[in-house]
């Protein structure tokens, strides 16, 4: 027995040491990233952490219930497809057509008004956010510079970085996108309690404007000159802007650093419902309008769904592209499958949410799974004709 008290004590000693250290060495968020993740028995963040984090309330008002297609749910999905959606843990699959929900499914236990995590399909959404604050005149345009309103942002670049280059993932910021290392810049930002000190101590070191390069520093820049621009939580602006007006059917909940900072985490984490995530695609797929009013401005979204460098075709201003099958398609994405795939040219709409997603080769824009959905999709509205 004292052998084993003399044990117990010496490893509450080292794991005290541990602690100590990790505070120590500025590291300490770790042990929120232990608790948040792996003592809850995942590996990874997961789409139903949001309750773990200090959140904001994106309210509603008013809600409007989606139409529905007069053919709603009339198509038994492909064996492929349920095989896709086994494997993958899908837990919302949502199909659109002409404006009007077509098909809707559900597992596990979730539905209609689920709450999940967004992860970076919320940067589409946070570069929408910018296109009201063009539109309504608190950022001059795509060309403003990022100094006008963080003047002490470092690096030899600093001063020519523009906001139109966080949108478009163009801003040489020395951000290291690596979502599995703990003590990657990544990791800090989802778990530090101070997201803008995080930021602000980075520095733009390469030219930007010049090529794409996923970060998702830029997205949160992006939402910090948002927040200072409007003198708005986003949380807010998102719900005066869009969230009310188009009566979504739940509030959000938008994950923020720590109550403290109140900083919203504007790279990701927008907790919402499948349908609620659609509104946000349709809105893009009616070029800004929604029930006959123009919610933003048409331009501002036609040039955010098209390239902006000749070669890298597969990114725009907040949004992923890729042309399939001779048309255009615009993609919100998160890091765990979540999709909302918009084809304007046959005016159809896609949401996929889920658990994992599979992997992409070098020459894929999307993971493999992407493709499936696609494809059960397309079967499933052919069967219909």
């Known amino acids: 027995m004292k052998i084993v008290l003399k044990l117990l004590k010496w490893l509450a000693g080292i794991l005290i040491l541990i602690v100590i250290g990790l505070y120590a060495t500025g590291y300490g968020y770790?042990?929120?990233?232990?608790?948040?993740?792996?003592?809850?028995?995942?590996?990874?963040?997961?789409?139903?952490?949001?309750?773990?984090?200090d959140n904001r309330t994106v309210a509603n008002a008013n809600p409007q219930p989606l139409a529905k297609h007069e053919d709603y749910k009339s198509v038994e999905m492909?064996?492929?497809?349920?095989?896709?959606?086994?494997?993958?843990?899908?837990?919302?699959?949502?199909?659109?057509k002409d404006g009007q929900l077509w098909h809707e499914y559900y597992t596990e236990g979730y539905g209609?008004?689920?709450?999940?995590?967004?992860?970076?399909?919320?940067?589409?959404?946070?570069?929408?956010?910018l296109g009201k604050a063009i539109e309504e005149g608190h950022v001059e345009s795509l060309d403003q510079k990022v100094t006008d309103f963080f003047p002490n942002l470092k690096g030899e670049y600093a001063e020519q970085v523009t906001v139109g280059d966080l949108a478009s993932m163009a801003s040489g910021l020395n951000w290291n996108e690596n979502y599995y290392s703990p003590f990657s810049v990544t990791a800090q930002a989802y778990y530090k309690s101070n997201v803008r000190e995080l930021i602000l101590d980075l520095s733009v070191d390469e030219q930007p404007g010049e090529a794409f390069k996923y970060l998702s520093g830029n997205t949160q820049l992006l939402g910090m000159v948002i927040e200072k621009a409007t003198g708005q939580h986003l949380s807010n602006?998102?719900?005066?802007?869009?969230?009310?007006?188009?009566?979504?059917?739940?509030?959000?909940?938008?994950q923020l650093d720590s109550e403290e900072s109140g900083m919203e985490k504007s790279y990701c984490?927008?907790?919402?419902?499948?349908?609620?995530?659609?509104?946000?695609?349709?809105?893009?797929?009616?070029?800004?309008?929604?029930?006959?009013?123009?919610?933003?401005n048409s331009n501002f979204i036609e040039k955010s769904i098209q390239p902006r460098f000749k070669n890298d075709p597969e990114y725009g201003y907040g949004f992923w592209l890729e042309e399939i099958g001779g048309r255009p398609f615009f993609v919100m994405q998160g890091v765990l499958g979540q999709y909302v795939i918009g084809d304007p040219k046959n005016d159809v709409l896609i949401?996929?949410?889920?658990?994992?997603?599979?992997?992409?080769?070098?020459?894929?824009?999307?993971?493999?799974d992407f493709y499936k959905y696609l494809e059960g999709a397309y079967t499933m509205l052919e069967d219909a004709d």
């Not at 719900?239 to 059917?249: A, I, R």
Request: charged content about 20%.
């Open 351 to 368: 949401v996929r949410l889920g658990h994992h997603r599979a992997s992409k080769t070098d020459k894929a824009v999307f993971p493999a």
């Open 30 to 53: 770790v042990l929120k990233g232990v608790r948040v993740v792996y003592l809850t028995g995942h590996d990874t963040a997961f789409i139903d952490d949001y309750p773990y984090f």
């Open 269 to 296: 984490c927008l907790a919402s419902n499948a349908r609620d995530f659609a509104r946000m695609g349709l809105l893009v797929m009616n070029q800004g309008q929604w029930n006959g009013k123009q919610l933003l």
């Open 237 to 254: 602006y998102l719900s005066d802007n869009f969230w009310k007006p188009m009566g979504m059917e739940e509030p959000a909940y938008w």
């Open 78 to 96: 492909p064996e492929e497809l349920k095989q896709t959606h086994e494997t993958y843990g899908s837990i919302a699959y949502l199909i659109f």
């Open 112 to 129: 209609p008004n689920s709450h999940t995590n967004s992860f970076s399909m919320a940067k589409s959404i946070t570069t929408l956010l």
